[in-house]
């Protein structure tokens, strides 16, 4: 059979396009979400399913932000007196008006009384027995949050397809959402293939590699809000690869590691391909990384990343975080790039982006960052030292130091 391997990279993209092609490729086939009831204690990360609304106004009281004394605006001009008739604090009832001439000594998280429109820090006064001297002009509103200004009784504060981190835990905390709809998890399948790859625990002959992709694909899957299915490792035999194939496919997506490369024992596309799937690139214009695979099959996004450790984990970087954003029922996040001035003039060869494993420093005026040393695809240490990728356009061949270049956070340590 002279397919797949004469027709690999034909269907090369830059890795913006490639992006786009698996965000326009899930969107179109996302049904609806699994759902389930998670308690707010449990929901970190998992993707909201319902609406939460405010069950009262918020705040729910005209509240100090300061400790203070609560006061008629007008009645606070400098140097003026006035009797302090009480305290209110944080908890307390409020229902009695501040009567005229008066002032009330208040703690930050009260509720303002009524009749009084400004508190005034108690860093601005001076104290004799029940007698406060305000020494600069109060203004009406001022170190108060009117009731109802963050948020209207009734009112949607969480939306479908928001992802929890703790503020909007707390959020949801705040309204008495305790228990929240939240989408499963994606379950997403880890396949990595080759003859050389042997268990963790095992001790690899002098020729074999442990298969450390698995680990870091299944951490990645978890960082992203995935379920990892873990499913070994497979020879590069057609019969094997078929059957784990098939296992992968009951799962939400499959990714696989290794075997799409250029070699006669690259099995994968073609395995794929007899299982039905259908291809939307083959190549993508980076490295580390071109080999980079993916396809729908069966219904399931299908994704073959390249077996080098730094290019399945750049490949998973950029294209299956957003699907397993998408099968959350979430938007796919943008790429997290930002800019800094690049400490060391670099060479790379045009025609391909680079993904270079580089330390960002944000001790000086301005964040600097500087590429690290390495030895390619396989260099898994080089990358451990790194905090970040350095990315270089494709058409870039040489970049002097000081200019801006794009930077990729490792945000798992960042
Ligand atoms: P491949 O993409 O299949 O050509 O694999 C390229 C190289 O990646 C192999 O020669 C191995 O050195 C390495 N590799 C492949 N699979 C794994 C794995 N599961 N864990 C760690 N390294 C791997
Ligand atoms: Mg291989």
């Given amino acids: 059979m002279p397919e797949p391997r004469a027709q690999k990279g034909r269907l090369m993209l830059s890795y913006e396009e490639a992006r786009r092609k698996v965000i326009e490729q899930i969107g179109k086939k996302r049904g609806p ?18 609406e939460i609304k405010t ?16 006061v008629r605006s007008i009645e606070a001009a400098p140097g ?12 307390d009832t409020v ?9 009330v000594q208040i703690m930050t998280g009260a509720a303002v009384p009524p009749g009084a429109d400004a508190v005034v820090m108690i860093e601005h006064t001076q104290r004799d027995g029940d007698i406060v001297r305000f020494e600069r002009a109060a203004q009406a509103g001022q170190n108060i949050v009117p009731r109802g200004s963050e948020a209207r009784a009734g009112q949607t504060i969480l939306t ?3 992802r929890l981190g703790y503020t909007e835990l707390a959020l949801a905390a705040q309204v008495g959402a305790a228990q929240l709809q939240c989408a499963k998890r994606p379950r997403v399948a880890i396949l990595s293939t080759g ?15 442990r298969n ?10 978890r960082i992203a809000g995935g379920e990892p299915v873990v499913l070994g490792n497979a020879p590069d035999r057609v019969e094997e690869l078929s059957e784990r194939m098939t296992q992968g496919l009951k799962e939400d997506a499959l990714v696989l590691s290794g075997g799409v490369s250029m070699g006669k024992y690259d099995l994968v596309e073609k395995v794929l391909r007899a299982m039905g799937a259908e291809f939307f690139f083959d190549a993508v214009a980076i490295r580390p990384g071109k080999p980079a695979v993916f396809g729908m099959c069966q219904g399931k996004p299908v994704f073959g990343l390249p077996g080098n450790p730094v290019s399945t984990m750049v490949t998973f970087e950029l294209f299956v975080v957003p699907s397993i954003d998408l099968l959350s029922g979430a938007a796919a996040r943008p790429l997290p790039l930002f800019e800094a001035r690049l400490a060391e003039a670099l060479k790379e060869k045009p025609g391909l982006a680079h993904f270079l494993p580089a330390q960002i420093e944000w001790e000086g005026p301005a964040p600097q960052v500087r590429a690290l040393p390495w030895q390619g695809s396989g260099d898994i240490a080089a990358l451990a030292r790194a905090n970040c990728f350095l990315v270089v356009p494709a058409d870039r061949e040489k970049i002097e130091a000081g200019e801006h270049v794009s930077v990729l956070p490792r945000k798992d340590i960042v």
């Avoid at 009262?56 to 609560?70: I, K, L, M, V």
């Avoid at 003026?80 to 908890?91: D, H, P, Q, R």
């Avoid at 450390?212 to 899957?221: E, F, K, T, W, Y």
């Fill in 33 to 50: 979400r699994a759902i389930s009831s998670v308690s707010v204690w449990d929901a970190l990360g998992l993707v909201l399913a319902q």
């Fill in 55 to 70: 069950d009262r106004e918020y705040p729910p009281f005209d509240r100090s932000t300061r400790d203070g004394y609560a």
């Fill in 80 to 91: 003026t007196e006035l009797l302090c008739v009480g305290e209110i604090k944080a908890g």
């Fill in 95 to 103: 229902t009695k008006p501040l009567a005229v001439g008066t002032c």
């Fill in 160 to 162: 479908p397809g928001t």
């Fill in 195 to 209: 003859d050389e790859v042997v268990l963790v625990d095992q001790t690899p002959g002098e020729f074999q590699i």
């Fill in 212 to 221: 450390s992709n698995s680990v870091s694909l299944a951490a990645q899957v």
